[in-house]
């Protein structure tokens, strides 16, 4: 992974880490490494290719938490486990201090699929990548301007589990609202035509490194 300094910005191709903490606990559960497409005031771009080696959160015995009931997803011990991503690639867009990200997706042969609304805690930035908790809710939005709410069931099922409080959880809606209006007024990003760019061929896919766990500098005591 390249390092820099957490107040500047990465160059184009630069390779870091996307992760999130697990909910209600310090240590993360998702790592997936990327490139850098964009990095400025404005604006972090990043590609996550066909095939990237991840982290993911499992069940202890190596069930996937998709496969568990909802009822208790939240309550079941959990690990972590190494998996490649399928199918095609990901570009994820963070405006600095939105508590979202946009994520596009595309079918084979680079047909647009849909933007996807990831409701979340603003990015945290440091020399090795990004950091952030996921909140459960998300949006989807199509090419043709009609969007859904996304894993309400999943949102409601945290707050009856005590990973997330009545105050947190408004304050997830309140930022949802907002991402609405955002996709009604067509805004940045939809409006800004990324649905058109493509991965620059010279690039490699990032390795996940043995650390990819490690405490950001910047947060140790």
């Not at 570009?91 to 596009?104: D, F, H, I, Q």
């Not at 805690?121 to 440091?126: A, D, H, I, K, S």
């Not at 990004?130 to 459960?136: I, L, R």
Request: aromatic share 12%; proline share 7%.
């Amino acid at each position: 992974m390249e390092a820099g300094r957490s107040t500047s910005f990465w160059e184009p191709g630069s390779q870091i880490l996307w992760r999130y903490r697990e909910n209600g606990a310090a240590h993360f559960h998702i790592a997936r490494p990327v490139t850098v497409v964009r990095d400025d005031h404005d604006l972090l771009a990043v590609w996550m290719a066909p095939g990237t080696e991840c982290v993911k959160p499992v069940l202890a015995d190596g069930t996937s938490v998709h496969e568990e009931p909802l009822e208790t997803r939240y309550t079941k011990p959990r690990t972590v486990q190494r998996g490649r991503w399928f199918g095609t690639g990901v570009l994820k867009l963070a405006r600095p201090g939105e508590p979202w990200s946009v994520w596009l997706f595309w079918e084979s042969g680079w047909l647009f699929k849909n933007w996807y609304v990831n409701l979340e805690e603003p990015l945290v930035r440091w020399d090795g990548g990004v950091d952030s908790e996921d909140h459960f809710l998300d949006i989807s939005v199509n090419p043709d301007r009609s969007w859904d709410w996304r894993d309400e069931d999943e949102f409601a099922q945290a707050q009856r589990d005590g990973l997330m409080d009545a105050a947190q959880a408004e304050q997830v809606r309140r930022a949802g609202r907002s991402a609405v209006d955002v996709i009604r007024s067509w805004g940045a990003p939809y409006s800004d035509g990324w649905q058109h760019w493509r991965p620059d061929p010279s690039w490699s896919v990032p390795l996940l490194p043995e650390d990819w766990d490690r405490t950001p500098a910047h947060l140790s005591s």
